[in-house]
């Protein structure tokens, strides 16, 4: 039902832009979240949206270098990561709860895509 792209291999301070695209469209009205997880690490929330894009919120060690926002007619929500740095590489995904407001909790979410590798290395 979401389907995470846009990873790859970059060098620091480079830019990436990910893609969550929803397939239902019920879930294209819910508020969405990015989350990463790094090798022999928890699952850590990155960022948050909600349903028409008016409130997000951002973890603290990526807040104003990347940028959750979303487009519902195309059912899709993008994360820009700029500056990117060694401690950002991680498996992302995007997420989506039933519900129209932030989070930034795992189990406030439903729904989860597959995931795409972000891996920054110089």
């Known amino acids: 039902q979401l389907q995470a792209s846009g990873g790859g291999s970059v060098q620091p301070g480079d830019s990436l832009i990910l893609s969550c695209a929803a397939s239902?469209?019920?879930?294209?009205?819910?508020?969405g979240g990015w989350f990463r997880q790094a090798p022999g690490k928890d699952r850590e929330f990155v960022a948050s949206i909600s349903w028409n894009g008016g409130l997000t919120d951002y973890a603290d060690p990526v807040k104003g270098r990347f940028t959750i926002s979303r487009d519902n007619a195309k059912g899709t929500m993008y994360l820009r990561m700029n500056s990117l740095k060694p401690e950002d590489t991680a498996v992302y995904y995007c997420a989506a709860r039933t519900s129209t407001t932030v989070a930034s909790r795992l189990v406030e979410y439903a729904y989860w895509g597959q995931g795409t590798q972000v891996t920054v290395s110089s």
């Open positions: 239902e469209r019920t879930l294209r009205w819910y508020a």
